[in-house]
Nanobody, 115 residues
Framework: QVQLVESGGGLVQPGGSLRLSCAAS????????MAWYRQAPGNQREAVAS???????NYADSVKGRFTISRNSAKTTAYLQMNSLKLEDTAVYYC?????????WGQGTQVTVSS
C-alpha cells in the first residue's frame, strides 16, 4: 500500500502561481510514476503531468510551458509548480502513484483561479 498526502491548493488570481506537493509513504517500489490529474465540475478527470522515477516527464498540452512537475531526491515527494494560472485551471487536483502492479490516489486538493 502507498499513502499519498497532497497539499498546496488554494485560491489565486489569474496569472498567479501555486505549488502543489504530494508526499508518498508506504511500500514504494523503485520503478514508479507519480502524476497529477485534475477534475473540474462536470468534467472527466484528466491527466496534467507525470514524472517517472527515472525523471522522464510528460505534460498535457494545455499546461505545457506553464506547469513543471518534479520530485525530491528521495523520489518520495512530487511537486507541481503552476505558473501563469488561468481560470480554466480551476479544478480538484489529484496525485497518483503507480507502478507495475498498483495505482493509488490522493484525496485531492482544490485549486481555484478567480479574480
Amino acid at each position: 500500500q502507498v499513502q499519498l498526502v497532497e497539499s498546496g491548493g488554494g485560491l489565486v488570481q489569474p496569472g498567479g502561481s501555486l505549488r502543489l506537493s504530494c508526499a508518498a509513504s508506504g511500500s514504494i517500489s523503485s520503478l514508479n510514476t507519480m502524476a497529477w490529474y485534475r477534475q473540474a465540475p462536470g468534467n472527466q478527470r484528466e491527466a496534467v503531468a507525470s514524472i517517472t522515477s527515472l525523471g522522464r516527464t510528460n505534460y498535457a498540452d494545455s499546461v505545457k510551458g506553464r506547469f513543471t512537475i518534479s520530485r525530491n531526491s528521495a523520489k518520495t515527494t512530487a511537486y507541481l509548480q503552476m505558473n501563469s494560472l488561468k481560470l480554466e485551471d480551476t479544478a480538484v487536483y489529484y496525485c497518483n502513484f503507480r507502478d507495475y502492479t498498483s495505482s493509488f490516489w490522493g484525496q485531492g486538493t482544490q485549486v481555484t483561479v478567480s479574480s
